[in-house]
Every structure is written in C-alpha cells, then in structure tokens.
C-alpha cells in the first residue's frame, strides 16, 4: 500500500505545486517525492523526521533515502533531539535540523470518568491504585521487562493496566500468565478514544518503562504527553526522546533506564500521597498547556517555513 500511496501524492503534489509556496513533508518516507520535487521545481521542501526515518535498518533504505532523499531537502524538522543526533550521525549536515516537539491535542475540561467507568472496561472491581501504560507494544517500550523486574517483585497492592498492540503482545501475556499475575496486571488490548480517555482519566500514574533496544529509538514520548494533559503524573526511563518529553520534576519524573530501584521508590512516592500526587498531575497539566498545544507548536513550525 505505501508505494501506492507514495505514487497518488506524488502525482497530487505535481498537479496542484504551483497554487503553493513550500511543501511540508510529514513523514520521512516521503523523502523520495521531496527529492522528485525538488528535481522539477525550486519549491522549498522541508521534511518531518522521526526516529526510524533514520534508523531503518534496511540497506536500500539507508542508501537511497538517508544518504540521497533526505539529504536533499531544505530543512528537517526532527521530533525529537535524539533523532538530531542520529542524523549527524549518518553526515546530515546539523545547520539543515531543527528540534519540534509533537504537539498534544488538550481538552479544555477533563472528562468525568470515575473508576465505575474503569471497571466497567476490566469488567471486574478495583481495590487499590492504578498504574497504566498505553501504547504500541515494542520491545523498546520496556513493558515485559518492568512486569519481570518490577511489578513481578513488588509487594505493593497496585494493579498495571496495559492497552495496546504490537510484536511484543504474545510476550507480555505469556510473562503474566507464567507469573501468576493475572489478578495483578491486566492487558485489555487495543482501545478506543473513549476507553483511552476513562483510562487516563481514572488511573493514578502513567508508567513508560522504556530500555535501551540496538537500532529501534523513541524518537519522541507524545504518549506521555497525552497522560499528562488530563493531570496524570508519568514515570519514565530517561532515555531518547522520552527527554524532549518531560521535563523532570515537572511534568513527570523521567529515572535511570533499567533501574528497578528508582523505579520502585518513585512509584511508591507518588502512591502513598495522594494528595501531593494530584499537585503534581495538575502542574504536569498546566505545563503541557502552555508548551505542548497544537497552537504553540504551529507557530514553531510557522517560524522556519518563513525563514524559506
């Protein structure tokens, strides 16, 4: 299907280039239609560009759009500064990146779930907190390894919701099941916009577990973004573009990637104190407001096509 679709917006492009002043690329893959189109017109081009847009670890892929399509355009605009990095990496020049953040989508008012609406997605009682991590299941999102190392030694009384889908489903349910931890951890798979928003709006901290993976790199934590922008405190691995994401201390507390130790102290921090928790999650809301909305991260981007 995506060289279809590549071959439809190419055309699309070429018939309408000339009504426009610049094309905005979303993607890297798209990098072959800005290297076409820069063959044919002297229309800036800029590109968006997230971490496997740089990491594939194909060799035609690194070939042809790393060294030759990607190279071409006027500016990158990368997701996250990790995936800058990564760039320089490969000899794209540093001067033709620039650093945006995704921008999060903000409810003016938080929705009124309450834990009746969260149970009724488990379709069983809740005795005690919640910790909840949402998402694609990869390796790199550090979700069997934080079961196993954490969850699996803790004695707490939480349980640990995770929605989701991905290579590393088939995994995780196996860890639980040989763990015994069914009456713990629940995964309840993928999920809609509803039941994403009961699940962030009646958890009490969002958990990203990430670990360090060989080729495969968060380019950008928009995930915790969203669990913070309805005021739930996040704890996360402080790697990669997790980073970009939060500001520790601030809007989520980012600790020591693989360390069960700090993980288990500062979940435990923000679980025996409810109140100082719901401090937190609402100067995590507040922060995400103010640096985060699409509105804010529009004006970014509309400062560096003009300077095109």
């Known amino acids: ?19 426009y002043d610049i094309v905005l690329l979303g993607d890297g893959v798209l990098g072959v239609i800005g290297w076409i189109i820069k063959f044919f017109s002297r229309k800036p081009v800029v590109c968006i560009v997230h971490g496997l847009d740089l990491t594939y670890p194909n060799v035609i892929y690194q070939k042809l759009w790393v060294n030759i399509f990607l190279r071409k355009m006027d500016k990158l ?23 945006i953040p995704n921008g999060v989508s903000i409810k003016k008012t938080l929705p009124p779930y309450s834990r009746k609406d969260l149970e009724k997605i488990l379709g069983r009682e809740i005795h005690g907190k919640v910790l909840l ?9 550090g979700v069997a390894w934080f079961i196993e190392e954490v969850v699996n030694k803790s004695c707490d009384s939480y349980i640990y919701i995770i929605a989701g889908d991905g290579a590393e489903k ?31 709006s009646t958890a009490d901290l969002f958990i990203q577990p990430n670990i360090k993976v060989p080729g495969d790199i968060e380019g950008f934590g928009l995930v915790v973004l969203e669990a913070a922008s309805y005021g739930l405190p996040v704890v996360a691995s ?37 109140e100082n928790r719901k401090q937190f ?14 509105e804010n991260i529009a004006k970014r981007y509309l400062n560096i096509l003009k300077q095109l």
């Open 170 to 200: 088939s995994n995780i349910i196996t860890i639980i099941k040989k763990n015994g931890l069914q009456d713990r951890i629940f995964y309840i798979g993928t999920v809609s916009d509803k039941e994403k928003e009961v699940l962030y």
């Open 133 to 141: 991590t949402l998402g694609r299941l990869v390796k790199r999102k």
């Open 77 to 99: 605009i990368a997701v996250g500064n990790e995936t800058i990095n990564q760039a320089v990496s490969r000899r794209i020049p540093k001067s033709n990146l620039f650093f």
């Open 281 to 294: 999650g609402s100067k995590a809301r507040e922060y995400v407001m103010n640096y985060y909305s699409w």
């Open 238 to 274: 402080d790697i990669e573009g997790l980073r970009d994401a939060i500001n520790s201390g601030v809007n989520g507390v980012l600790v020591q990637e693989r360390n069960v130790a700090q993980y288990k102290k500062t979940i435990a921090i923000f679980l025996e104190n409810e």
């Open 1 to 19: 299907m995506l060289p279809i679709f590549v071959i439809v917006a190419l055309i699309k492009l070429l018939l309408i280039l000339r009504k």
